[in-house]
């Protein structure tokens, strides 16, 4: 996966934006402080050891969540997740600049759930500041910091009231309060150069259309599933698993709304899947004495939880369905191809090439 990441060329959407930018340091201004100064630490060794020295620190920050979050024996599923969903793994590598975001506030929830340093809150704030100081939509991430705060576990009234959120944000649409947010964003994002990009993404949520978060049948089954489970399970993991639960409980809600674009701040949210998965399969085992619906149901969950990764990248890879983000992935180009393909695929949802 580092490997990918290292020697990738003008296989992802916004490769373009990085790499051509990389030496035109009067155009560094578009981006956060943080990440300006790494481009001008690495302007003498180039764009490509630059690249390859952030996918070092970003695989490096999932191995110790993973080392830390997830039983062994069930790594496997993380990582067939990871690597074969377009949602995570190739997604991930267009945007190279929210992922180190992200994977920088993973540092957050290590420090907060695992770490037993006498000073781990102030290394979670700072990672905080690294954080949003590399992509603004790492304020997402401020979500994180009640996690210390939470001591309890949901009882089963909890567990309906939590199912009857999770029905409503399905039909819950974020454009009816899109001036409120925007305002909002506002506050927050503008820089020097008017450069309000989620302003824009919520404003866009009219023309984005509720339609764009309709999900194929897998998807949904998946959704759901994974959604009830880790409310049945909650109260039979650790409380940093609970906590993990949690956080992918928030994210599965929010996929159902934020739609277009401004779906990237669940990207702080939904990555903790990766983790949550293999923890709740982990107290799923089933003996031989076990029911035959903790059977299916286990089985369900590995099943779902695969196959919705892997017909993503089927789409990608074969070209029969593509997205504007994935278009490219058919081909993919390295640093040692001399004519990639330097073209933009514009066009929005997901397209059938013949």
């Known amino acids: 996966m580092w490997l990918l990441f290292s020697i990738e060329f003008y296989s992802t959407r916004d490769f373009d934006v990085y790499y051509e930018n990389f030496s035109r340091t009067a155009n560094h201004v578009i981006w956060e402080p943080l990440y300006r100064f790494l481009l001008a630490i690495f302007q003498p060794f180039g764009f490509f050891v630059f690249n390859s020295c952030v996918a070092a620190f970003e695989f490096c920050t999932l191995y110790v969540l993973f080392k830390h979050a997830v039983p ?4 496997w599923i993380g990582i067939c997740i990871l690597i074969l969903s377009t949602n995570h793994l190739f997604y ?5 600049r929210q992922f180190l975001a992200i994977c920088a506030s993973l ?26 100081n590399l992509h603004t939509g790492a304020y997402a991430s401020i979500g994180y910091f009640i996690l210390p705060f939470i001591r309890f576990r949901i009882n089963i009234i909890w567990c309906a009231v939590l199912m009857v959120i999770y029905i409503a944000s399905m039909s819950f649409q974020m454009s009816s309060y899109s001036d409120a947010l925007f ?38 089954a998946y959704s759901i599933l994974l959604y009830v489970l880790l409310l049945l399970y909650n109260k039979k993991v650790t409380d940093s698993q609970f906590k993990i639960f949690v956080l992918s409980i928030v994210s599965l809600i929010l996929e159902n709304f934020l739609v277009g674009d401004l779906f990237r701040l669940n990207l702080f949210y939904s990555i903790t899947q990766l983790f949550s998965v293999p923890i709740l399969l982990s107290y799923m085992s089933f003996k031989k004495d076990s029911s035959t619906i903790s059977w299916g149901l286990y089985w369900s969950l590995i099943i779902l939880s695969l196959a919705t990764p892997v017909k993503s990248y089927y789409n990608a890879m074969s070209g029969t369905k593509v997205t504007r983000m994935t278009v490219k992935l058919k081909h993919f180009y390295t640093i040692f191809d001399e004519n990639p393909d330097k073209s933009n695929h514009n066009f929005e949802g997901e397209k059938r090439i013949k």
């Not at 991930?92 to 190279?96: A, L, Q, T, V």
């Not at 964003?185 to 302003?199: A, M, P, S």
């Open 92 to 96: 991930y590598m267009c945007i190279k």
């Open 72 to 75: 062994k024996r069930y790594f």
């Open 107 to 132: 540092w957050i929830l290590y420090f907060l759930l695992y770490s037993t340093k006498r000073l781990r809150y102030l290394y979670a704030i700072i990672a905080f500041i690294c954080a949003i």
């Open 183 to 220: 305002e909002m964003v506002t506050l927050i994002e503008d820089d020097d150069l008017g450069d309000n990009r989620y302003g824009t993404y919520i404003d866009n949520q009219d023309i984005t259309g509720f339609n764009k978060v309709i999900r194929s049948i897998f998807q949904l």
